[in-house]
């Protein structure tokens, strides 16, 4: 079992940056891959990145490639979502998940564990 809890969001202007932080709990958080989703009002929950367990490999969306970076400390139990360029359009609420299967999953049914999210909002 794992708990997952994200923070770091906020309100930001646009061209900003933000860095979310997801803690685990358990001392077996080396053993998850780990994925960023976001979910916008009114749309499905988007896929946004994953890192591999040993953080040595990490995925994209391309609506986010080139300004969102994903990194891990499992030291830490912690993943990272660092976001730059942010635009009005990246506004959602933010959610980690954990995957205990590896390999690059974009589908959130491919997901064990889920954080409670934290809310993004670019502004214009």
């Known amino acids: 079992q794992v708990q997952l809890v994200e923070s770091g969001g906020g309100l930001v202007q646009a061209g900003g940056s933000l860095r979310l932080s997801c803690g685990a709990s358990g001392r077996t958080f080396g053993f998850y891959d780990m994925g960023w989703f976001r979910q916008a009002p009114g749309t499905e929950r988007e896929y946004v990145g994953a890192?591999?367990?040993?953080?040595?490999?990490?995925h994209y969306a391309d609506s986010v490639k080139g300004r969102f970076t994903i990194s891990r400390d499992n030291a830490k139990n912690t993943v990272y979502l660092l976001m730059n360029s942010l635009k009005p359009e990246d506004t959602a609420v933010y959610y980690c998940a954990a995957r205990g299967l590896s390999g690059v999953a974009k589908g959130e049914y491919e997901y064990d564990y889920w954080g409670q999210g934290t809310q993004v909002t670019v502004s214009s």
């Open positions: 890192i591999s367990r040993s953080g040595g490999v990490t």
